[in-house]
């Protein structure tokens, strides 16, 4: 566990959090292998808080992910485990998974299917495919996948009741 993502995690909203994260796809993209750091007029906004001299935006963005996950899950207004009826399908069916996905992490349209850079391990290209038509993702790097509960469980770092509250919220 490094430094860096646990001062993220300490001192970043989540959603901020996500917002490193994108603009670490950016940058990586940007500069096709990652190793080459960008223009230092650049850095100001993303590393204000460190005395960082060169990124290895890879790695980077492994802590940024990391601090995702060391996040405490926040308390889910709207879902009370034993309370009621909640129909996950109909949660499930109100929202669309290439939104879900791409309020995380920069997805990018490939003919019917849309393709991402793997938050889950250290991808280089982008190995994670979402399927609109069955609402399921998979990446063809670490061979996680499933539907959109499944990648809200390992993006936040919560178990299934966690997922689905969350998606409720959405
Ligand atoms: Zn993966």
Redesign the pocket.
């Known amino acids: 566990m490094s430094s860096i993502a646990e001062y993220m995690a300490e001192n970043l909203s989540r959603q901020e959090i996500v917002k490193q994260i994108k603009k670490c796809d950016t940058a990586i993209t940007v500069i096709g292998d990652g190793t080459r750091p960008l223009p230092e007029s650049t850095w100001g906004e993303l590393i204000d808080w460190n005395n960082l001299t060169s990124i290895d935006w890879p790695a980077y963005k492994n802590n940024c992910v990391e601090a995702l996950r060391l996040l405490k899950p926040k308390p889910a207004p709207t879902y009370i485990p034993g309370k009621g009826t909640v129909d996950i399908n109909a949660i499930k069916a109100r929202v669309d998974i290439v939104d879900v996905i791409s309020g995380y992490i920069t997805v990018r349209k490939t003919g019917r299917r849309f393709a991402a850079v793997?938050?889950?391990?250290n991808?280089k290209s982008p190995?994670?495919i979402i399927y609109p038509e069955s609402q399921s993702w998979h990446?063809?790097?670490?061979?996680?996948g499933g539907d959109v509960i499944e990648f809200i469980k390992r993006i936040e770092n919560v178990d299934f009741t966690g997922a689905v509250a969350i998606l409720g919220n959405k």
């Open positions: 793997c938050p889950f391990h991808d190995s994670l990446c063809f790097g670490c061979n996680l």
